[in-house]
């Protein structure tokens, strides 16, 4: 089992950048995929972007492709989200997720432990 903690949100102008971050806790940090999701107001989670367990590989929903980073630090316990160019569509709550394998990576269903999210508000 792995506990995870987001921390590193907030609120920022449209073009800003922000870098959430995911502490997790408990078994072997490398030994798990992780995952980003979002959700905004009214509307259902979705899938932001993922890492392979030791960084060598991402995933990014089309949406944030060319403005967020996902990476990982193994030794530190850490995955982060670097988020430039931030707009306005991009104001939710996000969170990490976990899995042990890669299964349905971008459909929340797919990972077993869930940080209990951070909020990003970006206005114009």
């Known amino acids: 089992q792995v506990q995870l903690e987001e921390s590193g949100g907030g609120s920022v102008q449209a073009g800003g950048s922000l870098r959430p971050s995911c502490a997790a806790s408990?078994?072997?940090?490398?030994?798990?995929?992780m995952g980003w999701f979002r959700q905004a107001p009214g509307k259902e989670r979705e899938f932001v972007a993922a890492i392979s367990w030791r960084g060598a590989t991402t995933y990014y929903t089309d949406s944030v492709k060319g403005r967020f980073t996902v990476s990982r630090d193994n030794a530190k316990n850490m995955v982060y989200l670097q988020m430039n160019s931030l707009k306005p569509e991009d104001t939710a709550v996000y969170f990490c997720?976990?899995?042990?394998?890669?299964?349905?990576?971008?459909?929340?269903?797919?990972?077993?432990?869930w940080g209990q999210g951070t909020q990003v508000t970006v206005s114009s």
């Open positions: 408990g078994r072997t940090f490398s030994n798990y995929f």
């Open positions: 997720a976990a899995q042990l394998g890669s299964y349905l990576y971008r459909q929340g269903g797919g990972y077993d432990y």
